[in-house]
């Protein structure tokens, strides 16, 4: 099985900019890359980074890396149109992903199976089938179902928590700080980002203390 791991290297986690300045989510996207690549190592299978741009010269990701500055699907869909075995593709953003929830993902049977993301994404897909091509962005996950449907393959859902957490928007970090065990939780902590509880749900506030809450 081939693992690839695509990365926006040139202008990540825009929508967290009502929290983070630029260089802050560039080194938070960096930090949850770190994670993501460590789990798929550590689930058994060798990832491929698949880069819009070749990466900082500081961040020595010990990993194969391709740079594709297309848009994501068409990038991912080259893949799949010359593969010759299953390639799955695991977003760089998934910072709660531990190697047997990965481990378990690419055990899963299916033609194509697909991880859902919050708010109608696709996280993470094993695709088995030689037709399947990608379409992401926007309701992404209904899109790769019909998808699915159009050429006959088996198209299967894969419940987790975990992998169905990317991390976004400001509302995402509430999960990274509270089930988070990697650089990324690390770093949202060092930054001063602590929970906060304001009788609604939970949300997430940036302080200068240093009174750490994660949880041991
Ligand atoms: N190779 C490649 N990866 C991409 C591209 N766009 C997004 N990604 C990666 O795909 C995953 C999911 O994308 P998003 O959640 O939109 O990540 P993002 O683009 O950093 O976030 P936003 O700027 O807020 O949209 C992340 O791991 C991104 O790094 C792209 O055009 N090419
Ligand atoms: C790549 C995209 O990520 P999102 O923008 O949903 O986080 C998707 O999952 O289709």
Redesign the pocket.
Known sequence: MRVLV???AS??????SDVLDRRERAEF?YAMLEDVLSAVRESGEEPEL???APLADERDVTVPVTV?DR??SP?INDVLAGADEPVAVV???LALARPADLHRLFDADGEVVAVPGRGGGTNALVVRHPEFRVDYHGVSFRDHRKVAARIGAAFSVFDSHRLAT?I?ERSDLVELLLHGAGHAADWLDAAGFRLAETGGRVTVQRTDDSDSERLK
Not at 11 to 16: A, C, G, I, M, Y
Request: charged residues 35%; proline residues 14%.
């Open positions: 695509p990365f926006d202008e990540p986690k825009t929508r967290l996207a698949l880069a819009t594709d848009p994501l990038a977003m760089a953003d990317d976004d």
